[in-house]
Nanobody, 115 residues
Framework: QVQLVESGGGLVQPGGSLRLSCAAS????????MGWYRQAPGKQRGLVAF???????NYVDSVKGRFTVSRDKAKETVYLQMNNLKPEDTAVYYC?????????WGQGARVAVAS
């Protein structure tokens, strides 16, 4: 059964950094664009960034220049490096295909940015 498992979340001060990882199992990873999404308290889940199968990365405006998405096909893992974190980045972060596939949502990684 296909699964996506996010890890690397935590509490960090404003201006700090975190790296999230998303490990995929099954044959879903290498052929698809993969995305990172987040859901802040009281808000809907939305796209943060995605990376194509060929390695092209795209970002929403609010994280451009601060976040970097990458993938390691050999490890079937996608990463989200988050620098210069702000309190408004506080959310649960999820990975999924891009566009997302409903049955692939995992538990997410909780990120809290606070002093």
């Amino acid at each position: 059964q296909v699964q996506l498992v996010e890890s690397g979340g935590g509490l960090v001060q404003p201006g700090g950094s975190l790296r999230l990882s998303c490990a995929a199992s099954g044959s879903i990873f290498n052929s698809y664009a993969m995305g990172w999404y987040r859901q802040a308290p009281g808000k809907q889940r939305g796209l943060v960034a995605f990376i194509t199968s060929g390695g092209n990365a795209n970002y929403v405006d609010s994280v451009k220049g601060r976040f970097t998405v990458s993938r390691d096909k050999a490890k079937e893992t996608v990463y989200l490096q988050m620098n210069n974190l702000k309190p408004e980045d506080t959310a649960v972060y999820y990975c999924n295909r891009y566009p997302p596939f409903a049955k692939l949502w995992g538990q997410g990684a909780r990120v809290a940015v606070a002093s």
